[in-house]
């Protein structure tokens, strides 16, 4: 037998799936059906953002990884800010909610909270959320209420535990990165080189010293046009705060070799980005930094929307609503990769290029 359209889709299983609590479509309001679709869409594209993620992580996490292997990354992760992009839109067509439109049915949402969208959770882990980072959900610690024995009576309940329980055992995306990142070359040695903490120290210290005369000519320009601002202070701290970056500063010391290591790979990339065999590793750092970069936009947006729609009120979970929402576009999960932006020189400032026959250049 040949499968149909609506078979191969089970359009019959999630067409039905639409018909709220009541499970009765004839009963439910038309604006609470366009509230349960919006973000039901958004549950799926969240359902294809963790397999392409996982699949990015796996890649990455390999003990080796070919140059065969990045193009493919790059793939899943430009797929990943795509889905992203279009949910930042989404809040678009959940706007179409009227304030009044959704008091009509939102007491039958208590104490129910988009914070239980635990494939959202999921994602965070997945990229290497910090628990630590995370703001406290109103009285309850962070997770916790997704992991309470009181959802345990229901399957559903039953899989949101397994499912978070899982992903937080697994290795996230920032851990792969973070090793990918570490065994990059730098001025062509890699760490199975035995003078590579040397070449990597040397072109530290040679950036450092370029960064920081940098500095001193963007204060004297400054002060020059700008007789009546001190910025002295200000030049001083941003001088202070690169050198601390990448000598590892406040990292502990059996960390502190790792950590300087995929931080000065990081800022090489970036540096010498247009060297052929860099091509490829510039750009999948930059849809890492997109990625955030969009999941921060859609945590403004979403709490915008809110914010229209709903003004101040405690949330339906309890939260502070909107103050809540304000705060998680605070996090950052891949800070590394946005320290380097700050320390960025011009490429005619850069210290000059060792071995560059091994990035793909010729030396004539």
């Known amino acids: 037998m040949q499968a149909s359209y609506w078979d191969y889709l089970k359009l019959d299983r999630l067409l039905s799936l639409q018909d709220g609590l009541e499970g009765d479509g004839d009963v439910v309001l038309a604006d609470e059906m366009h509230f349960i679709v919006v973000h039901q869409v958004y549950e799926l ?43 930042v839109q989404h809040w678009d067509v959940v706007e179409t909610l009227t304030p009044q439109d959704f008091l009509a049915f939102r007491d039958k949402l208590s104490p129910a909270s988009g914070f239980q969208s635990f494939q959202m959770r999921e994602f965070e882990i997945l990229m290497g959320m910090d628990e630590a980072d995370r703001i406290q959900y109103g009285k309850v610690a962070p997770l916790d209420h997704l992991l309470d024995p009181a959802h345990a009576g229901t399957e559903a309940g039953r899989m949101v535990g397994r499912r978070i329980t899982a992903a937080r055992a697994e290795r996230s995306l920032l851990a792969a990165l973070n090793d990918w990142l ?37 204060f004297e320009r400054l002060a020059a046009a700008l007789p009546g601002v001190d910025s002295r202070a200000r030049f001083a701290d941003v001088r202070q705060a690169a050198r601390a970056f990448l000598e590892g500063t406040g990292i502990p010391d059996a960390d502190r070799p790792r950590v300087v290591r995929v931080r000065a790979a990081a800022l090489f990339i970036e540096s010498y980005r247009a060297l052929p065999l860099l091509a ?28 229209r729609v709903i003004g101040r009120r405690v949330g339906t979970g309890g939260s502070g609503g909107v103050d809540y929402l304000d705060k998680t576009a605070s996090y950052r999960i891949f800070r590394d990769l946005w320290a380097v932006r700050t320390v960025l020189l011009p490429r005619d400032r850069l210290p000059a290029l060792e071995n560059p026959t091994f990035y793909g250049f010729s030396a004539d």
């Not at 392409?52 to 430009?78: G, I, M, Y």
């Not at 930059?286 to 979403?302: A, G």
């Open 45 to 87: 594209w969240f359902k294809l953002v963790l397999r392409c993620l996982r699949d990015a992580r796996d890649a990455l996490a390999a003990p080796r990884v070919s140059e065969e292997t990045v193009p493919a990354v790059v793939h899943q992760l430009r797929r990943v800010n795509t889905i992203l992009r279009s949910g």
């Open 182 to 218: 570490y065994r990059a070359p730098i001025q062509g040695s890699t760490p199975n080189d035995p003078a590579d903490r040397r070449v990597v120290a040397r072109w530290v210290d040679e950036y450092l010293e370029r960064h920081e005369g940098h500095l001193a000519e963007g």
């Open 280 to 307: 490829w590793p510039r750009l999948l750092v930059d849809l890492v930094v997109e990625m955030e970069e969009l999941v921060v936009l859609w945590r403004n947006r979403h709490a915008r929307m809110v914010e």
